[in-house]
């Protein structure tokens, strides 16, 4: 019996998540049209990762090898080194919303495909979001924990603001200025504004 709920939960959970997520290959922050119907701390925060990954999603929406590899100049990060660190910012935002320690600076490459960064990144934010949508998650125990070599750093959530979310804004505009400078403009139907795609 125990098994038969456990399995309807769990039936139950993944036709909520597909039925808030799109068809895209299944990633989210396609649409973020909908919105909580209450004005929390919890809330509004899980809003300003919303409109992050939405932004993310849609400027990383069919990026070519070509787009990939453009840099403005010699010294600049190219686009999949910008995502490279958005990866890393997106594992920051996570960590601090459940309170786990940062070990990675968030400025590492990855050897992983372009496709999986961005799912990684995606996922990201979406658990992060996912929890402070939950009724357990109090903004005011959150906290930026960075493990160095000297002893752990400890934030309040003020920093992953004006850190982790706002940077990784910041750097998805550049996705989208070098993409249109590769040839491979973003999408004009994508209203940030609706937060969803214009028929």
Not at 177 to 194: A, D, E, Q, W
Request: aromatic content about 10%; glycine content about 6%.
């Amino acid at each position: 019996m125990k098994f038969y709920i456990a399995f309807l939960i769990f039936v139950i959970s993944q036709n909520v998540y597909t039925q808030n997520q799109p068809n895209t290959n299944m990633l989210p922050f396609q649409d973020i049209s909908d919105y909580p119907d209450s004005y929390t701390k919890e809330n509004l925060l899980a809003r300003m990762i919303d409109g992050l990954g939405f932004r993310f999603f849609w400027a990383t929406e069919g990026l070519r090898p070509e787009d990939l590899s453009f840099r403005p100049t010699p010294e600049a990060r190219n686009s999949e080194e910008t995502i490279d660190h958005i990866m890393g910012l997106s594992a920051m935002i996570l960590n601090c919303i459940e309170n786990k320690p940062n070990v990675r600076s968030g400025e590492e490459t990855s050897p992983l495909s372009f496709t999986d960064k961005r799912k990684i990144t995606l996922d990201n934010l979406w658990k992060a979001r996912q929890v402070l949508s939950s009724s357990k998650a109090k903004v005011e125990d959150m906290k930026i924990i960075m493990v160095r070599k000297e002893g752990n750093q400890e934030m309040p959530i003020w920093n992953l603001i004006n850190g982790p979310i706002e940077d990784g804004l910041w750097h998805v505009g550049q996705i989208v200025t070098f993409r249109r400078s590769s040839g491979n403009p973003f999408n004009s139907k994508v209203s940030v504004l609706s937060g969803k795609v214009r028929q």
